[in-house]
């Protein structure tokens, strides 16, 4: 408790402090829009041609003058909350007594860095890696290693026909993808015929395009994450985005429901009156949804696999069964339906 206590006063401070930050600024901030507003005032007043350009131009100086302390002043105390923030990860750090070996963030740190140089435009770390990790990226089928190498071969058709032999040399690195990348290799090749007019003037200059290196770094991380056992985006972030997703639909329901009365519809805490569809970047696993019945199979209610290979639920089986015998819905095949197997997805 006494741990708890401490790291509740580190955030107490912190919380303080934003609060603070906030009525400071926007004192600050009504006082510069008053001063704004009182040289605008006296423009519209007196005319610019009546006012005092000596005395309109020190006013306008020091309102400058005092914008701009504003804005350090602001910024300095928003670095120092930033300092208070750090502390609670320290207390948080020092009360759970939570060693982190360095052997642990050394994949990490070695991601950042390969991720880093991508971003610089830097292929060397990231190839590296791939010919150290060869083997685990094949067991993927990851096509990292080759777009690497294809990146590089790019990298060097946009130095011009001076780079011609140093292309051709590097060419050779594509041989244990040819049979895969046959096609994306054979662009490759046929792009050194224009080296000498340049490949931006070719019907090749798509080779060109900058967008493929945001391309390249998520495919690293995307594999270098699979090889650690690690999703790409936090749970955590997923499941409040996909929270933010969905409330506004379960929202509608709620109303819905309690304009017509009709609270009971929603009894089950395991499923939802409707289906909500967060997109295909929230799929992560399949899901086998009976097309007899039309609801999505469940542990009491799994997939049943008939002897002519047609799935159906448990509870659709059952209510087939008529005298010890079941007749496919989708096939004049009959069977016994204790014959069916139970499939998993």
């Not at 495919?219 to 999703?231: E, H, K, M, Y």
Request: glycine share 4%; net charge neutral; with cysteine.
């Amino acid at each position: 408790m006494e741990q708890c206590a401490c790291v509740e006063r580190e955030l107490e401070k912190v919380l303080h402090r934003f609060v603070m930050y906030g009525h400071q600024s926007e004192e600050r901030l009504d006082e510069l829009l008053r001063s704004v507003c009182d040289i605008r005032g006296q423009l519209v007043a007196f005319g610019v041609q009546d006012a005092d350009l000596s005395v309109l131009s020190q006013t306008m100086a020091q309102c400058c003058k005092n914008i701009k302390e504003t804005v350090q002043m602001l910024a300095s105390r928003h670095k120092d909350i930033h300092g208070s923030v750090s502390k609670v990860g320290k207390a948080i750090d020092r009360e759970s007594g939570v060693v982190i070996d360095m052997n642990m963030k050394q994949p990490f740190l070695e991601l950042n860095r390969i991720l880093e140089a991508l971003r610089m435009q830097d292929l060397r770390p990231a190839l590296e890696w791939a010919v150290t990790n060869r083997q685990r990226l094949l067991e993927l089928n990851s096509s990292l290693e080759f777009k690497l190498h294809r990146m590089y071969f790019i990298s060097l058709l946009s130095g011009g026909i001076g780079n011609q032999v140093e292309a051709l040399q590097y060419s050779r690195h594509f041989q244990p993808f040819a049979s895969q990348h046959q096609r994306d290799i054979q662009i490759l090749m046929g792009s050194l015929v224009y080296l000498r007019h340049g490949i931006e003037n070719s019907p090749y200059r798509s080779l060109l395009e900058t967008s493929q290196w945001a391309e390249i770094c998520n495919i690293f991380t995307r594999d270098a994450c699979a090889l650690l056992g690690l999703s790409v985006e936090s749970p955590l972030s997923v499941s409040f985005a996909s929270g933010c997703m969905a409330l506004p639909v379960l929202m509608n329901i709620k109303q819905v429901i309690e304009q017509r009365q009709c609270s009971g519809v929603w009894t089950h805490k395991d499923e939802l009156p409707i289906e909500i569809d967060l997109g295909k970047k929230c799929w992560y696993h399949s899901v086998f949804a009976c097309p007899i019945l039309r609801q999505q199979t469940s542990e009491s209610n799994p997939p049943m696999k008939l002897i002519c290979g047609h799935v159906i639920s448990r509870d659709a089986l059952n209510k087939l069964t008529n005298a010890g015998k079941l007749k496919c819905p989708y096939c004049p095949m009959e069977q016994n339906p204790s014959h069916a197997k139970q499939i998993y997805f």
